[in-house]
């Protein structure tokens, strides 16, 4: 089996300008911080970032790396709106393309599964088909008179997810209580890079995820293993840390600019 | 034992899930539906499933009945088993829900949260909503994106939105519903009088008062035409059981009094 194991630099190196970016996690909970903070250091531009959003959208709102960001909220749990997101939707910024969170994962999965659009309910009747004029509806082919919204696959030119642990030919076990989206996004993408809190054996991926439905990230949707302890940080990684509360207050009551976020040692991985 | 307003609130939040049964009893938008749906599992509605704001759904006494991570919620609310309460920050007459941002979307005035799920859940399954605070802003004739769909909207999409419902709104101040309105309701003149003829469809109604609320005061609070009934009844305090089980068992710090003050 290859090894595939890299530094996140060396994820980045492989990003180009203008590439459709999803991010797994959700709100405040398993971001790829490590990966994140790598983009916020390199001078990737006009990125389109896909992801059940947090304060990985709002620092690359931040950081104007982000030109396009395809959500269906951002948020920061506990503290329901991101301040960087916020101040570049309302300053103008950067283009948001809004979804329902349900009609999100329909385009992810219509994308892992190359089909031209995947039906859903969700949207029918609402702004999101007026915000989203390039959407369509579609009728039952079958006739029974219903019709739902023909989601758009939200294909990816590159996945960032983390994970709890991975072994070096880029298997990877999700431990916690919500694995999330990340498989998907990982198979709706061209390439998809893992990062994790530690890389182990591969005979030992079983034995320390503790149950076999951990093992959903497999070396045929991934490109590259960054080991990165804390690299959720300061969002939560359970069951190996919480979020940093701390840490989040002080991110709400004084948004730093991404220079200073880069260079505060508590937002390194520990 | 008097109840407080948050108490009565509490009770009105719990009433809404009557008669769901075995469903996914679902509170998203504060404390006090949160009090609501485990109140009512409590007492009449004792199949509810409810989760635990995690990945876990956990029954009456906290054991760990069930495991429903976001993917299996997105899921179930497709197939309808789940009712949702949640906290509209604009709401219209016909029920149209904001939680997105305020002002014009393409440049907003005030980012929030985006659109989450409300549009599927308001196709997919019933929903009802708790507002702190009854205010015109927030009860506004014209809300800025339509996230949760109303009445008029499930109206014009048809049989698309046949699975639409909103149940209550429930206010700092009242209980309102949903009922036909116009020339249209009950005028036993041939027409449908449903959903989907033009009059006929329903706007907010004034159920019920709570204790110490004039209907004037929820009038005035209100920032679109309500439908007053000449005779608005006030609502229930929750029982002595319930409110025993309220104080004791499911919010003993009574943090619902801060989501509610001035009770």
């Known amino acids: 089996m290859a ?37 916020l250091r390199s001078s990737l531009k006009d990125l ?8 990985d959208v709002g620092l690359l709102c931040a950081s104007g790396q982000a030109r396009r960001v395809v959500h269906g909220f951002v948020s920061l749990d506990d503290h329901p709106l991101e301040p960087h997101f916020r101040a570049a939707r309302e300053s103008g910024t950067v283009e948001a393309v809004e ?9 992810l999965r219509a994308a892992a599964l190359r089909l031209p659009f995947m039906p859903v309910r969700a949207g029918i009747g609402s702004d999101i088909l007026r915000i989203n004029p390039s959407l369509r509806t579609v009728a039952d082919p079958y006739g029974s008179g219903d019709e739902v919204v023909a989601a758009k696959p939200l294909r990816l030119d590159a996945a960032l997810v983390h994970t709890n642990l991975a072994d070096a030919a880029g298997n990877a076990a999700l ?3 919500d694995q999330f989206f990340d498989d998907l996004f990982c198979q709706a993408a061209d390439r998809a890079y893992v990062s994790t809190e530690r890389i182990v054996p591969t005979g030992e991926l079983l034995k320390q995820a503790g149950c076999v439905h951990a093992l959903v990230i497999h070396r045929y949707m991934t490109h590259g293993v960054v080991e990165a302890p804390g690299g959720a940080h300061f969002t939560e990684c359970r069951p190996d840390y919480g979020r940093d509360l701390e840490y989040l207050a002080a991110y709400v009551r004084d948004p730093q600019p991404v220079e200073t976020f880069l260079a505060s040692r508590e937002a390194e991985p520990r | 034992m008097t109840a407080t307003r948050a108490e009565v609130c509490v009770a009105a939040c719990a009433e809404a899930f009557r008669g769901d049964g075995e469903i996914l009893a679902g509170a998203m938008g504060g404390l006090v539906p949160s009090l609501g749906a485990r109140l009512a ?22 054991a760990v ?7 299996a919620v997105l899921d179930l609310l497709a197939s309808g088993r789940r009712h949702v309460m949640m906290g509209p920050v604009q709401i219209d007459a ?52 339509v996230c949760g ?40 003149g041939g027409g449908c009088g449903g959903v989907g003829c033009g009059g006929g469809v329903p706007r907010m109604r004034l159920a019920s008062v709570h204790p110490g609320v004039t209907v004037d005061q929820v009038v005035e609070a209100t920032g679109f035409e309500l439908t007053v009934p000449g005779d608005v009844p006030t609502t229930p305090a929750p029982d002595p059981e319930a409110l025993r089980i309220l104080r004791d068992v499911l919010d003993p710090a009574g943090a619902r009094e801060a989501e509610v003050p001035g009770g």
């Open chain 1, 99 to 107: 979804l329902d969170e349900g009609m999100f994962l329909a385009g």
């Open chain 2, 94 to 145: 016909h029920g149209n829900a904001n939680i997105s941002c305020i002002g014009p979307w393409e440049r907003p005035k005030r980012q929030l949260l985006g659109a989450r799920g409300a549009p599927g859940n308001t196709v997919n399954h019933t929903t009802s909503y708790w507002i702190p605070r009854h205010a015109p802003r927030v009860l506004t004739p014209r809300v800025d994106l």
């Open chain 2, 65 to 71: 009945e069930g495991w429903l991570p976001y993917r």
């Open chain 2, 41 to 62: 599992r409590a007492t009449f509605e004792p199949d509810l499933v409810i989760s635990d704001g995690q990945a876990y759904l956990v029954d009456a006494e906290q």
């Open chain 1, 48 to 55: 389109t970032v896909v992801s059940y959003g947090g304060p």
């Open chain 1, 3 to 39: 090894d595939k194991t890299m530094t996140a630099d060396e994820v980045v190196a492989r990003l180009e300008d203008g590439m459709t970016v999803g991010i797994g996690g959700w709100g405040l909970r398993r971001k790829p911080m490590a990966l994140v903070r790598a983009v």
């Open chain 1, 175 to 177: 431990t916690g209580p």
């Open chain 2, 149 to 188: 769909i109303g009445y008029d909207r499930a109206a014009s999409a048809g049989y698309a939105a046949r699975f639409h419902e909103i149940r209550r709104v429930v206010t700092d101040l009242a209980v309102l519903d949903f009922a036909p309105a116009g020339p249209m309701a009950g005028d036993g």
